[in-house]
């Protein structure tokens, strides 16, 4: 295995069991900014596109040979500091189709877990229910996401704090409190 | 600046022997499938050297999951040692440099056509099972572009009507494996030909399970504690298969999926399905060292949990 091939082993597995077990969080190869790369050399290439509001993250995206896409036809957004605008495109991005619903997108954010809200998980890969202490995520973030989502339709959330990674599906019901 | 600078290091296959893009690929895909759990996500499925409709779908998801330190178990109608099983385990370690085992506890990925194994699944284990149709509603409506309208509406009126219909001609359910299930509520779907004894292990599972079919090029997932449903009606349950009388010829247990042997005189005698379960029980009654996990159904017959086979007490008096 080269060491490409190790790194985008680990990512995957990392970000397999997060959406698997939504609301634990799992270790990714590197933190960070370079968490996000990770992400994206692992799920990028010229067969899919990508959206990024960071202009350093886009350019990396770009060589990664995925096209750079607006927010609404993204299948994958790239949050690395996510700020109050960050909802404009968040609001845009696809949610799938009834037909196709595996093209609702995937949002990549950063937050800080062990924040101050508090959310309660229910859903598929959690028995009974779980909480999730998470915040530095845009405001009323929770709000669309409900707005946005109806399963199967909704996109799948990868929130990264450091190198640590917590995957909220959109099969999840998120409560805030 | 020399040539062998700017290139990798020569090798003569990827690592898993899909190349890069086939990989990542597989991967998107398996992640959206676990995001919409039952939903059928579709995907390119690459060549192998092996002919479709031999295992190509589990065996891409295999080689796409697993890494150096993982632990594969492969299985054919729960043998370790059938010549199908026994190939894709010595491609995937010889592509992979992963650990094989026959021992389910032992295992971190165990990729499987046709059987659960007999011993509980933890958190944490994969279960890859090989798909040859995954379309459910192939028997109600062959037009699959129709079909994936009746799975988007979640229009699954003909297959009631299709249960309906066995009921009266019958006098019972009479799909025996890939017995139809409901996932999370939401989209019908084949657990692929598992036998309906296997069916309620996916439910409120502790374990991932992946199923992919490389000739029909879709693969769907089965995420750990996800509410798995035959459907069945409200006067009417789903039943397992009947075990009961069956006392294994190797062992003498009872009460777990059995083989019929025929024998040359007529009738025939049992064999539990899952030779890994058996090499264990074996050893653990030759004394030697044997850790045997806790089963499906213990040995009367009961599944692990309550509630969830509604018939299990007509079933078990012989209805």
Redesign the interface.
Known sequence: ??PA??R???T??A???A???PGRPQRLPAGGRAAFAAIAE????L??GAFSPDAEFAALIARSGARLLPPQRAPYHFYPAPEADSLESIAAAPVG???E??L?A?LVLSCHLGGPATLTLR?????GSVRLRVGGLPEDLWLLRAERTR??LGW?LLLIDGAEVVGL???TAVEVG | MKLAQLA??R?DY??GFLD??G???L???????????G?Q??YASRELPIARGWGTGGLQVTL??V??GDTVKVIDQGADDSVNAANLRRFIARMT?VSTTADTLAATVIQSRHRVPEERLR??QALVLQVPDPEPLRRVQPDSSKA??M???ADYAQMWLSLYEQLVRFGRFVQGASYPVLV?G??LMSPSPIPRWDTPDLH?AAH?TLLSAGREKRLYAV?????VRPIEFEDVFFQVEQMVGRVCAVTGARNKFMDALPLAGGGSIFRISDTGYVAKLLDAARGKPATIGPTYYDDEGRFFQPGVLRDEGQARNGR
């Open positions: 295995m080269s091939e190790t985008q082993h680990a995957f597995t970000l397999l069991w959406l698997s077990y692992a799920l990028l290439d067969e899919t189709s009834y037909t619903p595996e609702g995937t859903g598929p890969g959690i028995a399963f199967p799948d599906p959109r099969s | 990798h290091p090798q990827s690592y890069e893009f990989k990542r690929e991967r998107r895909r398996m992640l959206k499938a676990v995001a919409i759990p939903h996500v579709p796409s999951l890494g150096p440099g958190e944490g994936l309208e799975h988007a509406d999370h939401r989209y409120q991932l995420p750990p504690y996800t509410d």
